[in-house]
């Protein structure tokens, strides 16, 4: 398979998985969850991930030119610091969790510690 090849279904593979994963979130987000959406956007998510990687990698000297740019490294900057406040502060409660839809202290590792 040529990388002209590789490149032209890229797209489509790319954005149809995005939109997966996008919707999957958010209806994950709201409670909105069918009996699979959880493994549906996990999985889905991993390729994804893999296809961001083949892309990634394909268009690497693009890339590079795009990070020399002002407001490339003001993006990656601002997103890390959101990221960073989310994974630190939390951007909401997770059930079961430790002060989750459960309330305190009856997350999943407290009923395996007794």
């Known amino acids: 398979m040529t990388k002209k090849t590789i490149r032209i279904n890229l797209l489509p593979a790319l954005t149809l998985t995005f939109f997966i994963v996008a919707l999957t979130g958010i209806m994950m987000m709201f ?66 969790g430790r002060h989750g839809h459960y309330g305190t202290g009856r997350g999943f590792y407290s009923n395996h510690n007794r």
Not at 44 to 60: D, M, Q, Y
Not at 66 to 74: C, F, N, S, T
């Open 31 to 96: 409670h909105l969850g069918i009996g699979g959406i959880k493994p549906l956007h996990e999985w889905i998510s991993v390729i994804f991930l893999i296809l961001c990687i083949i892309h990634l990698a394909l268009n690497w000297k693009i890339f590079l030119v795009h990070l020399k740019k002002g407001p490339a490294i003001v993006s990656i900057i601002l997103i890390c610091i959101l990221s960073l406040l989310l994974l630190t502060r939390g951007g909401g409660n997770d059930r079961g």
